[in-house]
């Protein structure tokens, strides 16, 4: 009885466990981390991997190309494992591993090679190294129709492994380059373009195997149909679903019809797009040579879900909870935005998906009205390298959107600063008011009254506390008029006033006028706006309109010591620092190659400095490094993985500090753990050709506020010797650490 | 003394600045430099074989530095140096005037007053001469004094000291030219004052963090040479003093004209 008992205890929990699989999400979400042990291949060097694999590779024409592949996939593949984008034990990666068992049931020896992972992107994709890792895409997963769809996707990159396509592609691309490839032997335009044509055969020699695999499989083939279609349409959301204005709208911010675009743009991708000068074949092609092949004579024995269907639509929903944030850290706001409405249709109390609308609401506010007060599009480049690098943000063209989520670019692109900033405000105040408990959104809250004040100017008084409905109810347009004279007689003025009045309250132009109107009765609401007003920053701002040019000048110059004086020496005590960036590039006729070997010594040799540097000056010195882990080091890996996130997002900024670190509200943990605000980043990157070239950065953010506290780069024409290195790295933590006279 | 240790200590202060990095915190360097050349033109302070003033040797300018970080990417730099060398005597062999050299005009007595060197010429005439110098220091943009790619300006001033055999001179017999005189000429001791303008183009790194290595190249030009030369006119061939002179000037002009130096150092304070 008492055994039975426990049974009934056990069954009741999987019940309640298996019926929270879907109502998990109702109030909340929490974006993916890596857990439990760092697997064995995440541990070893790449150098030493490059030494071994070096050892097998055989004598013959092709051993130095083939050398040079392995040491640089293998530097590339180390720095991808290690950048905190892979998800490691997860229930994503726990699942794609367990369709890739069932798709290589019979052969265990492959399957034992290939080491499968999610990674955090947005993209729809996946990618293959020669040496078996295979890596999914959370974009792909959260786009896929179903688990053989995923097996095809696997079969497909598995293809790639075991032909070691990339390898025989970069071989094949150094002999066309020299002409000495029987593929090509053309002009140099046509090898150029046998290169892609090379790429193209792989594929489809990809897409032909991954069915074969696919068939000696026992899942549905037929189920492969739509496989092309995730592929044609990646470009679009993972649903389409029409955009409803009530979505930002309450009973008394109604925004104006003609924000709202009638009719959206039709899906008209073009799958037979010219690819002439593209690594894949296009759509129509690849579509053409696998979808003959789909019919066998066993389809009904096969399935479409071998592992699960429940685990797939669990993951699939978990990868596009995903997404909102990735399409975030992307500062694709406006994807985000729309991600997060289709699932909030579905979760419609779900405060993580409120939060990444508010978070997107956020920066496309600041970013507009940064746009307005800064025409410029500077952006910071580091060594001139293109991930390093960014623009300021504008809301993307409408008119190049299809589909229903069109409206929502339309929407927000029709909204000026003021506008955004007030819409802004109000979804974020709701969302926060049946969530008071949560301190980003009060934060995000206290961020926008701020905005709303200082950059936009608008004050409590710019905010009718009456609706429209009750003002033309009251029919108060005449009683200011009456009030201050009932004798008199009505002059010409006060008629203006009133046909004024009747207008804006009968057009829906000045929306953001009544959007408050609700929230004006909170008191807490108007605590916030009273306190955000006394807190004007922008003084100096609004009065150089009216100043002389000497005396502009003047000011502009005092603000410029100012600035000067306040980042100048820092007196910072403690600052976390990241594993320090360092390329050595060798320049051999013309053509550029990483010394990947000394450049991995150089970067321990740049920690070292930085450490003495540090030690030298007393600043409280401490570096997340992914060097000399353990299987037992996850919590390391996760807070690196934070760290780059973060870094990633803010560098995507640019050097718009006001817009926030959106992606990760980890990052807290981070600093609470270190107990520092300040994450350093240094690196130098050295070309050797004829001459020696070095370019040296130093990049100090504040990670509560994404602020840039210094910045430094060095170019010098010298070999980067330890002296030379050591001087740059104290002349920038000096700045960092000693306090200002 | 205490005045210049005062004078020191004022100047530090005034151009000490707290956002000045230096190297490792530390932006004096003591250093010695030796300043080097072979020379086209002129004997060494020993050697005057063959007996020429053409006779190649290696120059040598040893050189105390003292520098100062002082801007961003300039340094004061204080150096006393020390030169030695050796004037060779002239046997009335050629002359230094361009057709002199081209016709190889000869002069039994080239020195004024119609004397010749009877003594021995590969024993030149000793010239010393302690220069002070006073230059800044200009590191390339990118660089961190003290480390890196330098351009560097200064003013030297030269006190010279010629020292030369002056008892063992001669003159033609009035009564017979060809019939050679022993006599003294000049006070065999002279001292001289003189000014020039350096531009070196050098590299300073800094090893094991304490020890600098200095090497680099150096271009002076003095300004005195073409007012002894050209300006005194003919003087030097009447007075003796203004001939050794001359003599002097020409040659630390031909030594400092172009100068490889390599200089060794410590990171002081």
């Not at chain 2, 004022?10 to 080097?36: T, W």
Request: aromatic share 12%; net charge neutral.
């Amino acid at each position: 009885m008492k055994k039975f008992f426990v049974v009934k205890i056990v069954f009741a929990f999987i019940l309640l466990f298996t019926g929270s699989v879907y109502g998990q999400y109702d109030s909340n979400y929490m974006p993916l981390t890596s857990s439990g042990l760092l697997p064995e291949e995440f541990l070893k060097t790449a150098r030493s991997i490059s030494e071994e694999d070096i050892k097998t590779i055989g004598y013959g024409t092709d051993r130095m190309a083939k050398q040079q592949f392995t040491i640089s996939s293998n530097y590339f593949l180390r720095d991808l494992l290690l950048s905190g984008d892979v998800l490691i034990n997860d229930p994503l990666g726990n699942y794609v591993n367990k369709v890739a068992d069932e798709l290589l049931k019979n052969d265990p020896e492959l399957r034992k090679q290939i080491h499968i992972y999610v990674t955090k992107s947005p993209d729809v994709n996946a990618h293959a190294f020669d040496k078996g890792f295979i890596f999914i895409n959370v974009g792909l997963l959260a786009q896929l129709e179903n688990e053989a769809q995923l097996a095809y996707v696997l079969a497909h990159e598995i293809t790639h492994v075991v032909k070691k396509h990339s390898v025989n592609q970069y071989i094949e691309n150094i002999k066309l380059d020299k002409g000495t490839s029987s593929y090509e032997t053309g002009s140099y335009e046509a090898r150029n373009i046998a290169k892609y044509r090379f790429s193209q055969d792989n594929e489809t020699e990809a897409d032909a195997e991954g069915l074969a695999r696919i068939k000696e499989s026992r899942y549905s083939v037929k189920a492969l149909n739509g496989a092309f279609d995730v592929l044609q349409y990646s470009y679009l959301p993972f649903e389409l679903v029409d955009f409803k204005k009530s979505f930002f709208e309450d009973q008394y911010l109604i925004l104006p019809d003609t924000f709202f675009l009638k009719k959206t743009a039709e899906i008209k991708s073009n799958d037979d797009y010219d690819d002439t000068k593209s690594t894949h074949p296009n759509i129509r092609k690849r579509r053409g040579a696998v979808e003959p092949e789909l019919a066998v004579l066993d389809e009904a024995s096969r399935k479409k879900y071998i592992v699960s269907e429940e685990e797939f639509k669990k993951v699939r929903e978990i990868a596009r909870f995903e997404s909102c944030r990735l399409y975030l850290v992307d500062r694709d706001y406006i994807n985000a935005i729309y991600a997060s409405y289709i699932l909030l249709e579905k979760y419609p109390e779900n405060v993580y998906l409120k939060k990444v609308v508010a978070k997107a609401l956020y920066n496309i506010t600041i970013a507009e009205s940064y746009s307005n007060r800064n025409k410029s599009k500077y952006t910071y480049s580091i060594a001139n390298n293109a991930r390093l690098s960014s623009k300021s943000y504008s809301i993307p063209d409408y008119e190049k959107i299809e589909g229903p989520s069109q409206r929502v670019y339309y929407l927000l692109d029709q909204l000026d600063a003021k506008e955004l900033n007030t819409l802004a405000l109000s979804y974020t105040y709701k969302a926060y008011k049946k969530n008071p408990q949560d301190l980003v959104l009060s934060a995000l809250t206290d961020s926008l009254f701020s905005e709303l004040v200082n950059s936009n100017q608008l004050y409590l008084n710019d905010f009718s506390k009456t609706s429209k409905a009750q003002l033309l109810a009251l029919d108060t347009v005449k009683a200011p008029v009456e009030t201050v004279d009932t004798t008199a007689e009505e002059s010409k003025y006060s008629k203006i006033k009133k046909q004024q009045q009747k207008v804006e309250i009968t057009t829906d132009e000045n929306f953001t006028k009544y959007a408050f109107v609700g929230l004006l009765e909170d008191a807490e609401f108007v605590k916030r706006f009273t306190k955000a007003s006394k807190g004007l920053t922008r003084k100096a701002e609004e009065k150089k309109d009216n100043l002389t040019y000497k005396e502009r000048k003047k000011l502009e110059d005092q603000i410029a010591k100012e600035n000067k004086n306040k980042y100048t020496l820092l007196g910072i005590e403690k600052v976390l620092f990241l594993e320090p960036f360092y390329m050595k590039v060798k320049t051999v006729n013309r053509e550029e190659m990483i010394n990947y070997f000394e450049s991995e010594e150089k970067q321990v040799k740049l920690a070292e400095i930085q450490k003495k540097c540090a030690d030298r000056l007393n600043l409280n010195y401490e570096m997340i490094s992914t060097k000399n882990m353990t299987t037992a080091d996850m919590e390391r890996y996760n807070l690196n993985s934070i760290m780059n996130d973060w870094l990633t997002e803010r560098f995507n900024h640019g050097d718009n500090s006001d817009e926030m670190i959106v992606g990760s509200d980890e990052i807290k943990t981070l600093i609470e753990k270190y107990g520092t605000k300040y994450l350093a980043w240094t690196g130098i990157y050295n070309e050797k050709g004829k001459k020696s070239h070095n370019t040296y950065f130093f990049i100090l953010f504040n990670l509560e506020n994404g602020e840039v506290m210094k910045y430094e780069t060095r170019y010098t024409k010298s070999k980067d010797n330890t002296d030379l290195v050591t001087s740059f790295v104290y002349n920038s933590l000096m700045h960092v650490a000693k306090k200002p006279k | 003394m205490k005045l210049v240790y005062s004078l020191l200590f004022v100047v530090l202060a005034f151009v000490s600045n707290a956002q000045i990095a230096g190297y490792y915190g530390k932006r004096c360097v003591i250093g010695y430099s030796n300043y080097f050349m072979i020379a086209p033109k002129g004997p060494g302070p020993l050697n005057a074989n063959p007996a020429d003033e053409a006779s190649p040797t290696l120059n040598n300018v040893h050189c105390l530095n003292l520098e100062y970080v002082y801007k961003e990417r300039k340094m004061v730099c204080v150096s006393a140096q020390y030169l030695i060398t050796g004037v060779a005597y002239s046997n009335g062999t050629t002359n230094d005037t361009f057709f002199g050299e081209m016709f190889g005009n000869e002069d039994q007595y080239p020195y004024p007053g119609g004397y010749k060197y009877a003594g021995n010429f590969s024993k030149p005439a000793l010239l010393r001469s302690i220069n002070l110098s006073l230059g800044i220091k200009t590191f390339k943009k990118g660089f961190i004094p003290p480390v890196g790619r330098y351009r560097k300006l200064e003013v030297l001033m030269f006190f010279e000291k010629l020292k030369y055999d002056y008892q063992n001179f001669a003159h033609a017999d009035p009564n017979d030219y060809d019939l050679a005189v022993k006599g003294s000429l000049g006070k065999g001791e002279y001292t001289y004052k003189n000014i020039a303008f350096a531009c070196t183009f050098g590299y300073q790194r800094i090893l094991n963090d304490k020890i600098s290595l200095d090497y680099g190249i150096r271009f002076a030009y003095t300004p005195a040479l073409n007012i002894i030369t050209i300006a005194a006119g003919d003087e030097y061939t009447t007075n003796v003093t203004a001939y050794f002179r001359r003599e002097s000037n020409l040659r630390i002009a031909r030594e400092q004209l172009i100068n490889v130096h390599l200089g060794i150092g410590f990171l002081a304070f």
